[in-house]
């Protein structure tokens, strides 16, 4: 079935530090892929998009590459901020429906 | 800008007993749908509407009933609540259905759901 898989352990990184968050899809090649940003008790908050044709995708401090290669998103948060603490979803198109990974929890310590 | 309003926030349930998740939109957003959040898995979607009068099973559909009589509202039905339906319930929107570029799902803020 299509899957998209992210690493579910937590990751601590230090203020001012890119983040890198990896998500992974499995048994279906997704149109584009979408990543979300999610806080405690609230839901999921669209943050950037990227086509299966384009490399790279910037807004602002992120930064999201789509390799169909290795079949495989990277986020990233530059310089990164305590405020940049959530956890982060990845969505893949599958049919008429979004495909979700479990989120990667980020925690920028100051 | 109200968006996607579910409520309630938070409900307790007694196995066996029937409820409504109530979801309203104000995008005139075709497309609505009803996610469960459960630790580790993710979102799953449970039903979901490309428009009024048309609704359809996505991925764990058993236990829940939905209807679309409007294009604002999509409520969610729980038949015979089960411990196991014990969940975070997300309600969401979006324009049209993932095949046109550029699309984004719009969440409510969700609503607590535990099965005693």
């Known amino acids: 079935s299509q899957k998209i898989e992210q690493n579910s352990e937590a990751l601590n990184i230090q203020e001012g530090k890119t983040a890198t968050l990896t998500c992974n899809y499995t048994n279906y090649s997704p149109a584009y892929l979408q990543w979300y940003r999610q806080d405690p008790g609230r839901g999921p908050v669209f943050l950037l998009l990227?086509?299966?044709?384009?490399k790279e995708k910037r807004k602002e401090r992120l930064k999201v590459t789509f390799d169909t290669t290795l079949k495989q998103s990277l986020f990233h948060i530059t310089a990164s901020q305590p405020a940049d603490s959530a956890t982060y979803l990845c969505a893949g198109t599958g049919g008429q429906n979004f495909v979700f990974g479990p989120g990667t929890r980020l925690s920028v310590l100051p | 800008n109200a968006g996607v309003t579910q409520t309630p926030k938070f409900q307790v349930l007694k196995t066996g007993q029937s409820m409504t998740l109530q979801c309203a939109q104000d995008?005139?957003?075709?497309?609505m749908s009803w996610y469960r959040q459960d630790p580790g898995m993710g979102l799953r979607l449970i039903h979901y509407?490309?428009?009024?009068?048309?609704?359809d099973q996505g991925e764990v559909p058993n236990g829940y009933n939905v209807s679309r009589s409007t294009t604002e509202d999509f409520p969610l039905r729980l038949l015979s609540a089960a411990p196991s339906q014990t969940s975070v319930y997300f309600c969401?929107?979006?324009?049209?259905?993932?095949?046109?570029?550029?699309?984004?799902?719009?969440f409510g803020e969700g609503s607590w759901l535990t099965v005693v």
């Open positions: 509407s490309v428009g009024a009068g048309i609704t």
């Open positions: 990227i086509r299966e044709n384009e």
């Open positions: 969401a929107s979006s324009y049209g259905a993932t095949t046109l570029p550029g699309n984004t799902i719009y």
């Open positions: 995008m005139n957003h075709e497309y």
